[in-house]
């Protein structure tokens, strides 16, 4: 048994990490059986779980959309608020029933939660029944920790504490066939006082750039229409290779093999370099849309927090972004109700999405995490004056979502077709800006890259028509 450590989890090594490769020889445990994932959390999870599907295939277990009616359930959980812990330990609660009626239902938990000391605990204690747990840093070992699961049947608890090696060649079972996820680098150093992802995904590292490059041809050739390249910063790409390269020249090289459409998640302000917005506006196939995390807008806030600039600072780079990048989205993540917000800190905040006018915005109220260095911080703030902060902060966030949208009624705009809508028989995609546009049109547009001309806006989509034009 591992059991994940936090004081292992913060500490942070020069050591140079080696590559290892992806390699399995457990067969055929899973052969006649079906496995079901529910994945909580952000697109990293979500590219997780393409990895686990791929991994279950290659011992023979086949997909089943029911959880109710598998063999194997899996809960790839997250860690960043309190409402993902529920939701994940709402889903335990459900599945001790479907197992007290089926003992030979196998249940696994992996993904952020599974590195959290307390989740750990509470598993061992009160959900002893879980076959197998697995963290962040060991998902290439999943076959082994199953087979152990399996066989011995026994509770498999392997929960590294610290990151290991970059593990290359995992395989992978897309959910789209036209857009995919890269990971270009793992874990983030930068500690902001309200966040578990240091302590859950481990210190940065970066892949090389030769085999995200790999990676990417490897998608042109499978016909894929976009990539997106992961990290939880993503800007910091590169720094810990001391091979002199970073974000800018990956992005170069990664356009450079002529993928139609490339989207990079999640920037730090503190890492966009004005090479970057130069190289964003250079290559015509990187996409015009920036995810831009504020979290506050209060300079005293930003200091508690960590974030290492303040909201001149913040808006001085997104000016630069919108002068400098034609036509340019700029989308923002938003805390309210760190501990010790004011009104007058939260007035701030309005301030400046009033400047900034995102043309989208995700909005949290804060959620005190274990071991986090703003988890000592004393709050005194209700809960009804931070939801009603929240409240006020969407009214403002959502009329400018619209007001954005209005603009473009009557723009013609490029859109990678996904698929039909559920509502409306209509087909779906995103401009290059990511908004959601939906228009009828042929299912062979599916796939495709086509013009749209925007007919009308709401706040949070567009409807559009072909152009053909
Ligand atoms: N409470 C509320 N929101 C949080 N986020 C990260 N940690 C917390 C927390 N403890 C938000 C940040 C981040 C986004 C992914 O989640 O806004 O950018
Ligand atoms: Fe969390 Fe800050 Fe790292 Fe983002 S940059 S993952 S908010 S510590």
């Known amino acids: 048994m591992n059991l994940p450590d936090y004081v292992e989890a913060r500490k942070r090594t020069k050591q140079k990490l080696a590559i290892e490769h992806y390699s399995n020889d457990v067969k055929e445990i899973g052969k006649g059986k079906t496995y079901h994932i529910k994945t909580y959390g952000c697109q990293m999870n979500e590219h997780d779980s393409e990895n686990i599907k791929a991994m279950l295939e290659e011992l023979g277990f086949t997909n089943n959309d029911d959880y109710l009616t598998s063999d194997l359930v899996l809960l790839n959980t997250c860690s960043i608020r309190e409402n993902a812990h529920n939701k994940a330990f709402g889903m335990l609660g459900r599945l001790k029933h479907l197992k007290e009626k089926n003992p030979n239902l196998i249940v696994g938990l992996c993904g952020c939660m599974a590195q959290e000391e307390g989740v750990v605990k509470e598993i061992l204690e009160k959900y002893k029944w879980v076959n197998f747990v697995f963290g962040t840093h060991n998902l290439h070992r999943l076959p082994y920790i199953l087979k152990e699961a399996v066989e011995k049947n026994t509770s498999e608890i392997e929960v590294f504490s610290k990151e290991g090696n970059i593990v290359e060649g995992i395989p992978v079972k897309r959910d789209s066939k036209y857009k995919a996820f890269v990971n270009i680098i793992y874990g983030c150093d930068k500690f902001c006082t309200y966040c578990i992802v240091p302590f859950t995904r481990g210190g940065q590292r970066s892949r090389l750039k030769e085999d995200i490059i790999k990676e990417v041809e490897g998608l042109?050739?499978?016909?894929?229409m976009e990539v997106t390249l992961l990290g939880q910063n993503v800007n910091a790409y590169g720094k810990d290779l001391d091979l002199g390269y970073g974000m800018e020249e990956l992005l170069e090289e990664v356009s450079k093999t002529n993928i139609p459409r490339i989207r990079f998640v999640t920037s730090h302000p503190w890492d966009f370099t004005d090479k970057m917005i130069e190289v964003i506006s250079k290559y015509k196939n990187i996409m015009p849309a920036i995810h831009l995390p504020v979290q506050s807008g209060s300079n005293r806030i930003l200091k508690l927090m960590g974030r290492r600039?303040?909201?001149?600072?913040?808006?001085?780079?997104?000016?630069?972004?919108?002068?400098?990048?034609?036509?340019?989205?700029?989308s923002t993540d938003i805390i309210v109700g760190f501990p010790g917000e004011t009104e007058e800190d939260f007035l701030e905040t309005l301030d400046l999405v009033n400047k900034c006018k995102f043309?989208?915005?995700?909005t949290f109220i804060y959620s005190k995490r274990e071991n986090t260095a703003a988890a000592r911080l004393q709050d005194d703030t209700s809960e009804e004056e931070k939801e009603e902060?929240?409240?006020?902060?969407?009214?403002?966030?959502?009329?400018?979502?619209?007001?954005?949208n209005q603009k473009l009624v009557g723009k013609v705009v490029p859109v990678l077709v996904e698929g039909v809508s559920d509502k409306k028989n209509e087909l779906y995609g995103y401009t290059d800006t990511n908004k959601l546009i939906n228009f009828m049109g042929a299912e062979s547009y599916i796939g495709k890259i086509v013009n749209v001309k925007i007919t009308s806006a709401k706040t949070w989509s567009l409807d559009g028509e072909l152009d053909e034009g």
């Open 359 to 362: 043309d989208n915005a995700f």
């Open 309 to 330: 600039y303040t909201k001149e600072d913040y808006l001085t780079l997104f000016n630069k972004m919108k002068e400098r990048i034609p036509n340019v989205s700029i």
């Open 220 to 224: 042109v050739k499978d016909g894929y």
């Open 389 to 404: 902060r929240l409240y006020r902060l969407n009214e403002v966030v959502n009329k400018y979502f619209l007001e954005n």
